[in-house]
């Protein structure tokens, strides 16, 4: 990846000539697809990804709603439609409902590993200093969305971090924001970037395939977040994500990118509150 809309793979040409030298940014990308799957079965591979995907997201909405239906009903029995259906709901019915979401996300990802959808991946957990950087970019998306939206002056774009934390003061505060700031990069990129973006990729990747799979599962991740006002921007970050896993062949930078861009949201919240 050289720059924006440059993709390069450096060894795609040189395997293409018959050269062997060289070859770490392409032994990167081999390492996220699939190496086992015969080319007459990508179809049926992909598929499983998808099913896999949609799967784990049916999955968490279920688990949440049970969740946040048995919460409700031992809290709140006597008001648990007016809680649920609330445009504020009380901090603990989010939380519930969060957890229920990533319990989904985490049996989507368990079951595509563990049925051989998607190739182990030793790498993803590896750490490394710089990885401290990629918080930064976090940051700076987050701010390059926002001057993308700043012409339109939508005044709804901050409802969806409002409705979560509405609710909550202090201890509840600081609680829901380790679950949305750190919480969800965790489960959501082992779900679209570790599952979706590499069962995209599959056992041949090449320019092509990279897009297609970069952008298919960077769109199925802002889809899945339900927010049409934020839909492009969040477009935008999953996309960032696939070229931050692309380049480093872990996981651990896209969740610190992804923890960056949620935190500043955070922090422009604190804020706001502080200047009220």
Not at 100 to 109: C, N, Q, R, S
Not at 121 to 138: I, K, M, N, Q, T
């Amino acid at each position: 990846m050289e720059g924006p809309g440059d993709v390069t793979f450096p060894n795609l040409e040189a395997r293409e000539r018959g050269a062997t030298r060289g070859g770490s940014s392409f032994n990167k990308l081999l390492a996220l697809g699939l190496m086992n799957p015969p080319r007459d079965g990508e179809i049926r591979r992909v598929a499983q990804v998808v099913v896999a995907a949609v799967l784990a997201f049916v999955a968490g909405q279920l688990l949440a709603v049970l969740l946040q239906g048995v919460v409700v009903a031992l809290v709140h029995p006597a008001g648990a439609t007016a809680v649920l259906t609330s445009a504020s709901p009380p901090w603990w019915a989010t939380a519930t409902g969060l957890v229920g979401l990533w319990g989904g996300f985490a049996i989507g990802t368990w079951l595509a590993f563990s049925r051989g959808v998607v190739d182990p991946w030793p790498s993803a957990w590896r750490l490394r200093w710089s990885d401290v950087g990629y918080l930064l970019l976090g940051v700076a998306l987050q701010g390059v969305v926002a001057l993308i939206y700043a012409p339109f002056h939508l005044v709804h774009l901050s409802q969806p971090v409002h409705k979560i934390f509405d609710g909550s003061r202090g201890s509840t505060f600081v609680l829901l924001a380790l679950m949305t700031a750190v919480g969800a990069p965790i489960f959501e990129e082992w779900l679209f970037r570790g599952v979706l973006f590499r069962g995209f990729l599959g056992s041949e990747p090449s320019r092509a395939r990279w897009w297609l799979s970069s952008l298919a599962s960077a769109t199925l991740f802002g889809l899945a977040h339900g927010e049409w006002i934020q839909l492009p921007g969040l477009v935008l970050l999953g996309w960032v994500l696939t070229v931050v896993v692309t380049r480093t062949g872990r996981l651990v930078p896209s969740m610190c990118t992804h923890v960056g861009f949620n935190g500043i949201a955070l922090v422009a919240l604190v804020a706001q509150r502080a200047h009220s």
